[in-house]
């Protein structure tokens, strides 16, 4: 048989829109583009966009205002009842051998469908529930909704595919998932063509030593706990420079040696090159964040040989290891131990 016998006509479902590469930190659309390339055709089903959803948001601005809780509205039944007319719509005479859904267990729970359905996440609802801050402080009914849906999904993907142990384990635990289907295959860096291995083999430290922080959210990610190690650092006699990628931190915190680029967009040839470069020349990816599935950032330092220094929380332990492509501190740790931890790094060329 040829490569074309083979291939599987494949239907691609997500309210995501899988053409953005900003959807899901770029991994709808590296996914997308891997799937066409070594496994099949793909038929779009979505991004999906219902007008309950705009009726949803409107209810979670009220609930917000009234009664000071969140509602999550892309995970109701009406808006699952939603995805699923619209999917089975467009599925009606499509050849399907498979449906992949990314970061779409809503999208899935309440379709009905003869077809083998692979879903792919980087987490469970019940991890997420109280440690994202978007996930916190919900209503009763959205806790519920949610949890339910998550359960539906579950029980009806013929593959789980999970970007970590983590959430793998909460797949079967928490929603007592068959075992069987449930595989484990990390994410990896979305760049369109990966740094060649010289550029990681030369990594050598710097006679100042460069920190990149890469992240939206200054305060999940642990931007205070950054600035904190950027001080300490110096504090130490050891001469640092902190530079920020993705957002503009709080007025209050200002340094002479940081550098800011709100945003960079990997779309433009510039911009792409530019944080290409912060990868090749930084020394370290400092990144001490709260509340993380599967940071992207890390599998893209890592295709640099850029060590990786952050927390051990969620699903971080899925994409570092310590000693090998980086090290992670205790969700506890402050900036003091991130520099001690640095400085002893820094200091010893042979294990840097």
Same mark, same amino acid.
């Not at 038929?43 to 966009?49: E, V, W």
């Given at each position: 048989?040829?490569?074309?016998?083979t291939?599987l006509?494949?239907a691609?479902?997500?309210?995501?829109?899988?053409?953005?590469?900003?959807?899901?930190?770029?991994?709808?659309?590296?996914?997308a583009?891997?799937?066409?390339?070594?496994?099949?055709?793909l038929?779009?089903?979505?991004?999906?966009?219902p007008? *309950?959803?705009l009726?949803?948001?409107?209810?979670?601005?009220? =609930?917000q205002i009234?009664?000071?809780?969140?509602?999550r509205?892309?995970?109701?039944?009406?808006?699952?009842?939603?995805?699923?007319?619209?999917? =089975?719509k467009?599925?009606?005479?499509?050849?399907?051998?498979?449906?992949?859904?990314p970061?779409? /267990?809503? *999208?899935?729970?309440?379709?009905?469908?003869?077809?083998?359905?692979?879903?792919?996440?980087?987490?469970?609802?019940?991890?997420?529930?109280?440690?994202?801050?978007?996930?916190?402080?919900?209503?009763?009914?959205?806790?519920?909704?949610?949890?339910?849906?998550?359960?539906?999904?579950?029980?009806?993907?013929?593959?789980?595919?999970?970007?970590?142990?983590?959430?793998?384990?909460?797949a079967?635990?928490?929603y007592?998932?068959?075992?069987r289907?449930?595989?484990?295959?990390?994410?990896?860096?979305?760049?369109?063509?990966?740094?060649?291995?010289?550029?990681?083999?030369?990594?050598?430290?710097?006679?100042?030593?460069?920190?990149?922080?890469?992240?939206?959210?200054?305060?999940?990610?642990?931007?205070?706990?950054?600035?904190?190690?950027?001080?300490?650092?110096?504090?130490?006699g050891?001469?640092?420079?902190l530079?920020?990628?993705?957002?503009?931190?709080?007025? *209050?915190?200002?340094?002479?040696?940081?550098?800011?680029f709100?945003?960079?967009?990997?779309?433009?040839?510039?911009?792409?090159?530019?944080?290409?470069?912060?990868?090749?020349?930084?020394?370290?990816?400092?990144?001490?964040?709260r509340?993380?599935? =599967?940071p992207?950032v890390?599998?893209?330092?890592?295709?640099y /040989?850029?060590?990786?220094?952050?927390?051990?929380?969620?699903?971080?332990?899925?994409t570092?290891?310590?000693?090998?492509? /980086?090290?992670?501190?205790?969700?506890?740790?402050r900036?003091?131990?991130?520099?001690?931890?640095?400085?002893k790094?820094?200091?010893?060329?042979?294990?840097?």
């Open positions: 048989m040829g490569e074309q016998d291939r006509n494949i691609f479902l997500t309210s995501l829109d899988p053409r953005n590469r900003r959807s899901w930190s770029g991994t709808v659309y590296y996914i583009r891997s799937l066409q390339k070594h496994c099949g055709e038929s779009y089903i979505g991004p999906i966009h007008i *309950e959803e009726v949803g948001k409107l209810l979670h601005k009220s =609930t009234i009664l000071k809780k969140n509602y509205y892309y995970s109701s039944f009406a808006i699952a009842r939603n995805y699923a007319k619209f999917a =089975t467009e599925l009606q005479g499509l050849l399907v051998d498979v449906i992949v859904a970061s779409a /267990g809503v *999208e899935i729970s309440l379709l009905e469908s003869d077809i083998p359905i692979v879903l792919i996440e980087d987490a469970t609802f019940g991890l997420l529930h109280n440690y994202y801050p978007q996930y916190s402080n919900l209503l009763k009914r959205s806790v519920s909704q949610s949890h339910t849906l998550q359960r539906l999904a579950v029980q009806k993907a013929s593959l789980l595919i999970y970007s970590s142990e983590w959430a793998a384990r909460s079967i635990e928490m007592h998932a068959d075992e289907k449930v595989h484990v295959i990390p994410f990896g860096a979305n760049f369109d063509a990966p740094p060649p291995p010289e550029i990681a083999a030369k990594k050598k430290k710097t006679d100042r030593c460069k920190l990149l922080f890469v992240g939206v959210d200054w305060r999940r990610k642990g931007g205070d706990i950054a600035f904190e190690t950027l001080v300490k650092l110096e504090e130490m050891i001469r640092a420079e530079t920020v990628c993705g957002c503009i931190p709080p007025k *209050e915190f200002s340094h002479q040696h940081m550098e800011v709100p945003f960079l967009d990997k779309r433009d040839v510039v911009q792409r090159k530019k944080l290409e470069n912060l990868f090749e020349t930084s020394n370290f990816m400092l990144l001490p964040t509340s993380d599935c =599967t992207i890390f599998c893209e330092a890592s295709s /040989g850029l060590p990786v220094i952050t927390t051990s929380t969620g699903g971080v332990p899925g570092v290891s310590d000693g090998e492509n /980086g090290f992670m501190l205790p969700i506890e740790a900036g003091e131990a991130y520099a001690e931890l640095i400085a790094i820094y200091s010893n060329e042979q294990c840097y």
